[in-house]
């Protein structure tokens, strides 16, 4: 019989994270840390289950505590849940600690004081419930903590309050809407020796704004950590890619004020200087150095972990607790249904309200309520979006009934992020960082539509975010492809039909042609719209074409082309005869770049880059990056590029710029175009045509026209090697790879880092490169080397 059962104190370094019915959830994970890895925690003890039992019997506690539970009628009303749950606790706080349990535990606190060699030392006394912590059912955050406690009848006293917020509000809702007895939960308290941070945060070992698993999101700030779940500060914000340790994102915010802890014991808010306030909380070597002990964390717990962290006044990294995540563990694919919308009023406007950090994804409507004082929660109403400065454990009986939740403060893991994350539910924190509170610019009564994927709080009913998409072509879950080294993208022309392709096994969009957009939504010149004075109209019509791609296929990226239409297509667009040349041979003539910087086009070309900063910036989705088309020279991509760069539209981690590789010069001066672009996208037609001297559309020499051709091999062969050497990537979105299987086998043997295929060739072409690649590593296994060596020879 395990002899712990009985005991009342355990020490960290005594306990395993099985266990939960000992110590509960958030002791017996510290106990795990400190016995079973190598992470820096800062010891302690634990006191058990079986010593709260005690204290509530002898007390006589049980019996009195259930027969106010007897009186609550309706956990929903808020105020009822109050004031018995008031009463519960005062009861607690006011009983007695029986001698002989006061006396272990304070004994075991001068026993610690000891170990560490500090007299009274101050410590942190977490509240641990045996039902918290389990990866089907999170209470984490619902009982309490106290920092910065010293002394032993302090310690006593507050594990004694731990015990009382056993039936906070919000613990005792908890347990009732998930349906654990009151009577089967337990309380233990962690006596932990306090980091004294100068920052601190949490961390995940999952994105989880996306359930990306590659990747470790940690969040900090200046000061104790408590600030950042109740989220009165909004957290620095770093993105580690697991792989390769390295930072991918990271977003600085301003951190203005801080808890912090005080010398005789206690804690207060300090405003944070200026000149602090916005600098990073961690160094890049100090976030990676976390990362890397989220990884070892994850490894030994075998799942994805939710954790604490502490920066001491030496620069000292600790871990102070770890649990494993509960919402991207557990969640069901199937989702809550959507209000049926088709008798609502819809919008196709796109008119962007407020925007924030996407906390918890999915995409709702509803009509806003504003709650600025707690007080008024009980006012809220099913189906409504709650709009406030920011939630807290009391608020959960509202957040319930929220369609969707938007906040002025807070980070990726404050309270409402989290609570909306188990529950579900789409929610937007931190709008205030974006430069808007939501509740000075939303309204009561307003309706919104709520895009949490993305980040943004749109105006009105947007007719295509809500309504039901059309049947979609998908892979049935019983088809599987195996993961490829070489990208399987997908051409798309009419965004309308991006619902029904969405879900096809594709990595991303390689090309999306702006032309359909025009043809499409706009069917006027852009010049003649700017000289009637509707220049927006360009602007917003495609925006919300683009933006209706990148949302259905984000994260994945999407590329798109600008236009690339010839003078006799922009002709048949309104107005266009008074703008456009009448040119023979207009396939070699003003279309792609050259137009981009012509003093007669530019500022068409202007809300084109407007439109893409729209998408990006007002919208969220800066899953889009851009292609130019036919670009002749060098000095023209320099050109162009510049004038994307005066318009806000620079390259970097997160926006790629793309050419076109369909002109000769662009192979042979390839060294030079590298230096302005991220990588190229071969349009094989026109490439094919301008190396053979060969009109496709004439059908006279129609015959000769063949993507195959050794030329075309040799030239693609090149372009690939000449763009690797200087880290840019290769794609191909012509026709070829759609039409004819064995040029795709060519182009994965050469090396091409994507092929972009038209939505019918998608599976069949993420097969073919699967079982291609296979058959180069069983070549190179073999010793038989490359296969086809004509088609290789120069």
Known sequence: MDQRKNANVLWFDELKREDVDLVGGKSSSLGELTSGTNVPVPYGFATTAAAYRYFMKVTGLNEK????????????????????CSQIRKLIVAAKMPADLAKEIGDNYDKLAMKMKVNEPFVA????????????????????????????????QKVKECYASTFTDRATYYRVKQGFPHEKVALSAAVQMMAFSKASGVMFTVNVATGDYTKVMIEGSWGLGEYIVQGTVTPDNFVVDKASGKISDKTINNKNVELIRLPDGGVEDRKVPEDIATKPCLSDEQVEQLASYAKEIEKHYGCYMDMEWSLDENDKLWLVQARPETVWSQRKKAGKMSKDTSDEKLTTDHK???????????????????IENPEDIDKFKDGEVLVTLMTSPDWVPAMKKASAIVTNNGGMTCHAAIVSREMQIPCIVGTASRGAKATAVLKDGQEVTVDAKNGVVYQGVVADMVKKPEKQVSAPAAEYFAPTATGVMMNLGDPDLVDRYKDLPCDGIGLMREEFLWTTYIHQHPLYLIETGH???VVNELANGISKVARAMNPRPVVLRFSDFKSGEYRNLKGGDKFEPHESADLLGWRGASRYYDPKYIEAFKLELEAVKKVRNEYGL??????IPFVRTVDELKKVTEIMAEAGLRRSNDFKVYMMAEIPSNIILADQFNQYIDGYSIGSNDLTMLLLGCDRNNDTVSSLFDERNLAIKRAIRHLIKTAHKDGKTVSICGQAPSEYPEFTEFLVKSGIDYVSVNPDMVKATKRNVARYEQRIILDHATGLGRADTEDYDW
């Open 622 to 627: 800066t899953n889009l990056n851009v292609m």
């Open 535 to 537: 220049p927006e109209r």
């Open 352 to 370: 962007v309200l407020v925007s924030g950090l996407p906390a918890s994804p999915g995409i709702k409507h509803g009509i806003v309520h504003v």
């Open 65 to 84: 505590i259930n027969a106010l539970l007897k009186t609550l009628k309706n956990v929903d009303d808020s105020d009822e849940l109050h004031k018995i």
């Open 125 to 156: 006394v977490r509240s641990s419930a045996t039902a918290e912590d389990l990866p089907d059912a999170s209470f984490a955050g619902q009982q309490d903590t106290y920092l910065n406690v010293h002394g032993r009848d302090n310690v006593i």
